[in-house]
């Protein structure tokens, strides 16, 4: 890629110019953005500054358990943030939400990687760990969204779920409509953007590609490849987690609690 053109620290000083005109906008119509922008920019500055270094690290090691380690904890980070956002209160969660992940993100990854890419290793960290963040990044928003549906569903429920019990239900019986209600609102996000991509807007992978000197075709292929995966592995997650929310309010007896 000969006319990639690399960013040094002069033009990411100048690129903090960005986020300074958008906090002297939240100050001149008085939107009180200044704080969180300025504190989202630093976070994010600095996160990414740090990702960089340790994928730098990871890609020079190309072992296979460096590139495990990382994915190991991006996907319990992952898993934090999920049940946070369902509800930290309900118990036993984070090991069925780690789980619903990793057997997610595992079976759409093992396709790619077996059946499409290929790589020389399967563990070939320029592929397996920008992969498996996507994938984990859009699992993590549709799950939470999904577990988050369901919750508050049941819980403003309750005297239907507890008729359809009385009624000789089971407990999946009794929320199944429910629980299809969650996926499919967990499911919104992947459909709009696979609905408009190209047309409206043009995703980070495509245009990152396309950045760095790629092949726009190429860019093309590799985004609608991330795009069916994210599908996938959303669609999957969020039906493995919803699985799990519900059974978190039911007891041995089949009764609401």
């Known amino acids: 890629m000969d006319n990639f053109i690399a960013l040094d620290v002069t033009d990411l000083i100048l690129a903090l110019g960005i986020i300074g005109i958008a906090i002297a906008l939240s100050l001149w119509q008085k939107l009180g953005l200044e704080g969180q922008l300025l504190y989202s920019a630093g976070r994010s500055l600095l996160q990414l500054m740090v990702v960089g270094y340790i994928l730098e690290f990871i890609f020079a090691l190309n072992t296979s358990w460096s590139v495990m380690l990382i994915i190991g904890v991006m996907i319990s980070i992952a898993t934090v943030v999920t049940r946070n956002r369902i509800g930290k209160k309900i118990q036993g969660l984070f090991p069925m939400i780690w789980l619903s992940l990793v057997a997610s993100s595992s079976l759409t990854i093992g396709y790619i990687i077996l059946l499409i890419i ?3 290793t399967w563990y070939e960290p320029q592929y397996l760990i920008p992969l498996v963040g996507m994938l984990l990044g859009n699992a993590m928003n549709g799950a939470s969204l999904a577990g988050e549906r369901l919750v508050s569903t ?3 429920n ?3 779920i507890e008729t359809h019990l009385s009624l000789g239900a089971t407990p999946k019986q009794a929320i199944t409509t429910y629980q299809k209600d969650a996926i ?4 919104i996000p992947t459909i709009n953007q696979m609905m408009v991509v190209g047309v409206v807007s043009l995703p980070g992978m495509f245009t990152g590609q396309v950045l760095a000197g ?3 075709l190429d860019a093309a292929s590799y985004q609608i490849l991330i795009l069916f995966a994210i599908a996938l592995t959303n669609l999957t997650a969020t039906f493995l987690i919803t699985e799990s929310v519900y059974r978190r309010f039911f007891n041995q007896d089949a009764q609401l609690i």
């Open 118 to 120: 290929q790589p020389p």
């Open 154 to 156: 049941i819980k403003h």
């Open 158 to 160: 309750r005297l239907e």
């Open 184 to 187: 499919r609102a967990g499911l």
């Open 214 to 216: 790629g092949n726009p």
